[in-house]
């Protein structure tokens, strides 16, 4: 579904990602995780296409298209959803609204109708049941003066209405208290499907009690330099990045 | 390279839909203002003496002024002897009715959007359309004067009913007002009269379409609107004009009266072509609006979509003179590239029990400047006055500016001002947040924009709503149709 390959990214012209290998499968659960600053968040922005990186090197394909060929709303179109770590407050336009919108673009782009306000109605109360959120939430101005924990909330009710091929998700774990992560994780949990993929963010293995990966890959210093199944967030939690890093940087020092 | 915008930046970019000139044979007098350009004026319409008294003597009180240099709005010095001051579309015959109107007049206001025929009808909205200096026709007359609705230009009213016209020209804003409203007086050529008698509830909108078209002419028009007790009526007024690279000068004078129980609502969609996105050309919007609640328990609403105008200096006020009278302001004002507009409102509180609100919701990208400068007065005998303000700014990109500039009087006691304020900011973060959902950039800006102004664009009247709403849109985007 997703293939990443070689991509070094510059933001600035300081080069961020120093080539990313990634694949991922339908229905594959991908963690990523790596100390603060290591370009978690730069691989996101570059996979959703975010302009102020610029892509030096490497391919993407998504479902078999160029990724970096298409506009950031396509790839969104095509997708591809981001949960962001920092999601941002867009004063007087009502989530609902929102997320009508973005609904009913992406139904553009493929070609069908436009959902009517009965069908997108019915939609919305499954997938707040889901995700467990507050309707309130969703009349206010998206993201104006949620907590964290609903700005959190609301990337999984988004992630639910717009229902991605693959969803990535940065950190949505960060700044939960443990029952803000429960319900969060559960929303993700049940958004898993054969034909969906995830790639989890993560800077603390604690989102991996709750949701189990298929793979884990630490970032570090824009590369992956390892890769495992679950096993290795857990001797990570125990022995901490640094039984990673300093090998890596040894072997950059020799 | 992308054809769609991308950037805010781009996303912003304005199209000017209305630029074109029709090519219309005009009666042009020569450049240049004096006695004597008044005295032709005012010959050209035929007007009675006391008429052109009145003009001249404004004209003279105009000479003594000078240019007021207080709003946060810059400009070149003004030549006021390099402006047409008449301008008219040569009528083939005296109309009747707007079908009988020149077909290229009529095409162009199609063009506009403005149907001025049997269509209009549906919709149950009559229309007076000024184009240059002349009031070309209005629709709807005999319907309206069925029920004693007067509804015609100010030049016929002049003719037709000299009588109110003279009580009231000049009794809300008089000519020694400020330099622009004692301009109009001496040069004002049409605009558009609204009589509404005791008691009548105006069935349908009235609405004045105005057209620049000349080159180098100037637009003054001069509304006056009077709701006798116990009446009711909703005003629209709408306005286009060509692109061209010199900047035209509008300065209009709009003057409403309030009797006992009586309801104005004035709406105002502005989109005098606002310049390039260099900032060359485009109109300088200098216009005085005023209301009177002169009886009790009147109420006059202002609601203003301003999205043209290189500059636009305006403040639409109320004077809340009746005991109980309301005075309400709505305005959304958008401006791109480098617009200017300094505007707002004064609700002046001289009766007890008056009530104000004041929703200013103020829009700027490009380069432009956005201020808010609204006055709050309560008098001495205005008990229990209330203002309720409420000013929003929204930024779009980091190269414009939103300014706020409240001022407050209160001489009694009892009155309670409130004022709230906020600023927000769209940025590239936004931008990336909507696109990242499937949204492209035009579409974002559209949200976000008319999620902003909702609050006022829900207080246009139904049919104009939309317009408006379109109107906007198209304002901030390069090709969203
Ligand atoms: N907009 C930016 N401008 C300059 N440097 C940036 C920008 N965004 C991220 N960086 C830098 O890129 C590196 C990786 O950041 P990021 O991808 O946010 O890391 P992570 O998500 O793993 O904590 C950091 O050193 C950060 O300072
Ligand atoms: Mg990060």
Known sequence: MLSVKNIHANIDGREILKGINLDIKPGEVHAIMGPNGSGKSTLASVLAGREEYEVTEGAVSFLGKDLLELSTEDRAREGLFLAFQYPVEIPGVSTTNFIKAAVNEKRKYLGQEPLDAVAFLKMMKEKMALVEIDQRLLSRSINEGFSGGEKKRNEVFQMAMLEPKLAIMDETDSGLDIDALRIVANGINKLRSPDRAILLITHYQRLLDYIQPDYVHVLYNGRIVKSGTKELALELEEKGYDFITDEVDLAANQ | ?481
């Not at chain 2, 095409?107 to 919709?123: H, M, P, V, Y």
């Not at chain 2, 007076?128 to 069925?146: G, H, P, R």
């Not at chain 2, 974002?444 to 104009?464: S, T």
């Open chain 2, 1 to 481: 390279m992308k054809e769609k915008p991308d950037t805010l930046e781009q996303a912003v970019l304005t199209e000017y839909k209305y630029g074109f000139v029709t090519d219309i044979d005009t009666d042009v007098i020569a450049k240049g203002l004096s006695e004597n350009t008044i005295r032709l004026i005012s010959n050209k319409k035929n007007e009675p003496e006391w008429m052109l008294d009145w003009r001249l003597k404004a004209y003279n009180h105009w000479l003594k002024l000078e240019e007021p240099k207080w709003s946060n709005v810059k400009y070149p010095i003004i030549n006021y002897q390099d402006i047409i001051y008449y301008a008219a579309p040569k009528p083939k015959k005296q109309l009747n009715s707007l079908d009988e109107a020149d077909p290229e007049l009529l095409a162009t206001f199609e063009k506009l959007g403005i149907s001025l025929n049997e269509q209009k009808r549906l919709t149950g909205v009559a229309v007076d359309v000024v184009m240059d200096s002349v009031s070309i026709a209005t629709s709807f007359k005999e319907q309206l004067s069925e029920i004693g609705v007067i509804f015609c230009s100010i030049s016929e009213a002049i003719q037709l009913h000299p009588e109110l016209v003279k009580k009231y020209l000049g009794s809300v804003v008089p000519m020694t007002d400020n330099y622009f409203a004692a301009l109009n007086s001496a040069v004002f050529t049409d605009g558009s009269f609204c009589y509404i008698p005791k008691g009548v509830r105006c069935p349908m909108e009235l609405s004045t379409y105005f057209r620049i078209n000349t080159e180098n002419a100037g637009q003054f028009e001069r509304t006056l609107i009077i709701a006798e007790d116990e009446s009711y009526v909703s005003y629209l007024e709408g306005c286009t004009a060509p692109m061209r690279d010199e900047n035209q000068l509008h300065a209009a004078v709009v003057e409403l009266v309030a009797h006992t129980k009586a309801e104005i609502k004035y709406s105002t969609v502005q989109n005098w072509y606002p310049g390039d996105k260099n900032g060359l050309g485009g109109i300088y919007n200098f216009v005085t609006k005023r209301g009177m609640c002169k009886g009790d328990h009147s109420k006059i609403s202002w609601t203003q979509v301003e999205t043209g105008s290189a500059i636009t200096w305006k403040y639409p006020s109320v004077i809340l003179k009746g005991d109980h009278s309301i005075g309400e302001f709505y305005s959304v004002a958008f401006t791109n590239n480098h617009q200017q507009a300094d505007t707002g409102t004064k609700m002046i509180h001289l009766g007890k029990n008056t009530r104000s609100r004041i929703v200013s919701k103020g829009i700027s990208a490009g380069h432009s400047q956005n201020s808010y400068r609204g006055l709050v007065r309560a008098s001495k005998q205005a008990t229990n006055a209330r203002n309720y303000s409420q000013c929003d700014s929204l930024l779009l990109g980091d190269k414009c500016g939103a300014h706020t500039f409240p001022y407050i009087e209160v001489k009694n006691k009892t009155a309670i001002v409130e004022h709230e304020a906020t600023t927000s900011k769209i940025g590239e973060d936004q931008l990336f947040y909507c696109k990242q959902r499937g949204i492209d950039a035009e579409t974002a800006v559209a949200l976000i924009v008319n999620g902003f102004a909702k609050e006022v664009m829900n207080q246009l009247p139904m049919e104009f709503a939309v317009e408006a709403q379109k109107l906007l849109a198209i304002s901030m985007e390069g090709s969203v149709g």
